[in-house]
């Protein structure tokens, strides 16, 4: 039972390359939500999608894209990276019904 | 902004002792607020789940109430273990923006000594 699955788990990048993180969910969710974690901050939402096809900014939506292009993936897209985009990246896929989230392992990007 | 505090940021405790863990948040308008458990380099696990019109809801040895008038929820561990050991974050969903965004609590980690 797989829930909620994030690739890759581990990034080192330099300061100006591109690469994209995979979120993907079996448990048919519609929404989807991409949010990232800082030391003293809490989570806080980059993006999130309410059906396939369907993307929204959340709280910290600059620097970064994302797709919905099929209902059981959320990628999330970072163009041009930056050190202040060094994070812990989690995706979370969720309930229409209750609103319960449920959360993948994360995915941690180092920019240098 | 919904803004989520949660008090202390840290709390050990020895083996066997109940115990409450504080969150409050600034806009009493919520959907839903979620607990979840965080453990050192995972992801997070999601422990309980009340709805807006509930107070209360258990499960096992946990229980989270609700008072949204307060704008407070508190996570009741009884007879705590080593195993209880991790990161406790408080979510509160809000159900403007047609999806139940979370916003989050920084968390307060809990060491449970044997």
């Known amino acids: 039972n797989a829930g909620v699955t994030q690739t890759p788990k581990f990034r080192v990048l330099k300061t100006g390359q591109s690469m994209t993180l995979l979120c993907a969910q079996d448990m048919n969710h519609e929404y989807m939500y991409w949010y990232r974690q800082d030391p003293g901050m809490g989570l806080r939402l980059i993006h999130y999608s309410v059906g396939e096809g369907t993307t929204a900014k959340g709280e910290v939506p600059d620097g970064y894209n994302v797709s919905r292009l099929k209902k059981q993936n959320f990628l999330l897209g970072l163009e041009s990276a930056a050190p202040s985009q060094t994070s812990v990246y989690f995706c979370?896929?969720?309930?229409?019904?209750?609103?319960?989230?449920?959360f993948g392992e994360g995915s941690r990007l180092t920019v240098l | 902004k919904q803004e989520v505090t949660q008090i202390p940021a840290a709390l050990s405790v020895p083996e066997g002792e109940n115990l409450v863990l504080n969150c409050s948040f600034t806009d009493s308008a919520i959907y839903n607020l979620q607990w979840f458990r965080q453990d050192p380099g995972k992801g997070l696990t999601s422990l309980l789940l009340i709805q807006s019109s509930q107070r209360e809801q258990t499960s096992g040895r946990l229980n989270a109430s609700l008072d949204k008038s307060s704008g407070r929820s508190t996570l009741y561990i009884a007879a705590s273990q080593p195993g209880d050991s991790a990161t406790y974050l408080c979510a509160a969903g809000a159900p403007q923006t047609g999806a139940n965004n979370l916003f989050f609590g920084t968390g307060t980690r809990l060491t449970v000594i044997p």
């Open positions: 979370a896929s969720g309930q229409v019904n209750t609103g319960e989230l449920f």
